[in-house]
């Protein structure tokens, strides 16, 4: 049975019932099932727009200008600036049809609407007088033909002075769903699979979201593995070892990784490599050695990079066009630091040296090749480029390893203190946030962003462990137990957010994967 109007709730909670149809209707004409919103209209009482919508709207298409003025004035909840902008915004209409009405007469009226009427509102008074100018000028002047067009852009300019109620946003229940879904993600420390979002229910993921099974172990390297990389596209995978060489790994459909090549030259353990922009070359720095260009289809060395005389290239990174490195080296000796970028012949293209370029140990490139980042014992050095100014953040202990943020806005690095800090790459930066609880006290402990949007943090740890955070949470939201010795480094799979590596003085890669099957949000 139908309960009566007067039986119906005003409020459901806190929301207003009315408020809650009229969006609803609104959302059914936009989406097209203008049948269904109409029904809804006759059922419920509620129309979508008051009355005075209507009128207004008529009004205006009418050009009765001072009947609009009157229903604008009729319009609870309106302030004075905002009453005064709309009853300006329709005497503006009716003075710019006036003025492309043409004639004496149109011209005469035209100065008795900007006087008696436009003048006396108080808007600001540039208005007035490019109004003003406008009669001479006829600068947005309305030409007779298209009258219709212009008052319904009148109509839609005012309803954006008036109160919310007066007319529903467009997208207003869309907005609230979107909004609504969004803050339950962001307040979700688990949610790192993007596509398991549904209307049906709360969101809330579960931990095993989180790459937490160890499904691999990559048993190629002979000594310890001190560093993993995943390629930017994520279909594979870099390993360096002590035992002088680096893997890559392909990493396959079903997600299991096989051998591809085995980079065999270097004479010292290999510390770090990076992938090219386009992934289709490696770099690869050992211990007192020549920076080695690999080409990943082939697996064969294309270049050595020995820099000038003397020097050890100590850090690498690639310009976002792939056809251009900058390197950091050193000499123990009295030569001073350097940092020069080269092509990929070897050629050096620039160079900045001198007794105030420090000893460089990590450096990397933004994605958009506007900023340089190094870090050298507690300084974080930040240069814009090709030539621009150059900030510096200074922490209080030595800094062990540097990792870039896939887009480029913020960064993070492991200290000897046994925190992570994340900075943002801007000169008002000034406190950045920290995670702790993995152990860092002797060794070079590298971390990594990751997970759907990078909204995670990973790192190694000398107990053997890996440790996951999620942002903006100091403490760790996951811990990985599997290796039996310290794990020097992780990469996050930047296109399989599921997917994590781990490097380790155990000799193995451990690939972690999230549990998909049966995990839908609960």
């Known amino acids: 049975m139908d309960l009566p109007e007067s039986s119906v709730p005003r409020r459901v909670g806190l929301v207003d019932r009315e408020e809650l149809v009229r969006v609803i209707e609104q959302s059914l004409y936009s989406l097209g099932y203008r049948r269904a919103a109409a029904a809804l209209e006759a059922e419920s009482g509620v129309p979508l727009y008051p009355p005075e919508h209507d009128r207004l709207l008529l009004d205006v298409m009418a050009g009765q200008w001072d009947a609009c003025v009157e229903t604008v004035r009729s319009v609870a909840g309106v302030g004075d600036a905002d009453r ?29 609407v900007l006087r008696r009427r436009i003048s006396p509102l108080g808007v600001d008074r540039r208005c007035v007088h490019w109004l003003a100018r406008a009669m001479v000028s006829c600068e947005g002047a309305v030409a007779p033909e298209t009258v219709i067009e212009w008052r319904i852009s009148v109509f839609l300019d005012l309803v954006e002075v008036l109160p919310p109620w007066f007319h529903v946003p467009t997208g207003r229940l869309e907005h609230l769903v979107e909004s609504a879904v969004t803050k339950q993600v962001a307040s979700c420390i688990y949610h790192n699979l993007p596509d398991e979002i549904t209307l049906f229910e709360d969101h809330k ?11 691999q172990i990559l048993c190629g390297h002979n000594n310890e593995v001190w560093f993993v990389r995943f390629s930017n596209n994520g279909d594979y995978l870099a390993s360096s070892s002590s035992d002088c060489t680096a893997i890559i790994w392909k990493v396959e459909k079903d997600d299991t990784l096989t051998k591809k090549h085995c980079l065999q030259g270097h004479h010292k353990p290999i510390s770090f490599v990076a992938w090219s922009p386009n992934d289709r070359m490696l770099l690869t720095c050992g211990t007192g050695e020549s920076l080695k260009l690999w080409n990943v289809d082939t697996g064969e060395c294309n270049l050595k990079f020995q820099g000038s005389v003397d020097y050890i290239i100590s850090s690498c990174a690639w310009f976002p066009n792939s056809e251009k490195i900058v390197c950091a080296s050193s000499e123990p000796g009295s030569l001073p630091n350097r940092i020069f970028t080269c092509d ?12 105030r370029i420090p000893k460089v140990s990590e450096l990397a490139v933004t994605p958009d090749g506007r900023h340089l980042i190094f ?25 062990s390893s540097l990792s870039l943020s896939g887009d480029g806005q913020s960064f993070i690095v492991n200290l000897s203190s046994q925190e992570i800090h994340l900075w943002e790459i801007n000169e008002s930066s000034t406190v950045p946030e920290k995670f702790k609880g993995h152990k860092q006290e002797k060794f070079v402990i ?21 440790y996951i955070w999620k942002k903006h949470l100091e403490t760790p939201i996951k811990v990985l137990h599997g290796h039996t010795m310290i794990v020097n480094c992780v990469s996050w799979n930047p296109a399989r957010p599921h997917m994590l590596a781990s490097a380790s003085d155990d000799r193995t890669v451990r690939i972690w994967l999230a549990r998909k099957a049966g ?3 609960s």
Do not use: M, T
């Open 84 to 112: 005064a902008v709309a009853e300006f915004l329709l005497w503006r209409g009716h003075y710019l049809e006036l003025l492309g009405a043409g004639g004496d007469a149109g011209l005469r009226r035209a100065r008795e």
């Open 375 to 399: 870090v050298s014992c507690n300084d974080i050095w930040i240069r814009e480029l090709p030539k621009g100014r150059e900030w510096r953040f200074r922490e209080k202990q030595a800094i």
């Open 519 to 521: 995990s839908i949000c």
């Open 344 to 355: 990929l012949e070897g050629q050096e293209l620039e160079v900045w040296a001198g007794d």
């Open 446 to 466: 590298r971390s990594c962003f990751g997970g759907s949007n990078s909204l995670f943090i990973a790192s190694g740890s000398e107990d053997s462990q890996v």
């Open 205 to 215: 993921c579960h931990e095993q979201h989180i790459p937490s099974e160890c499904a």
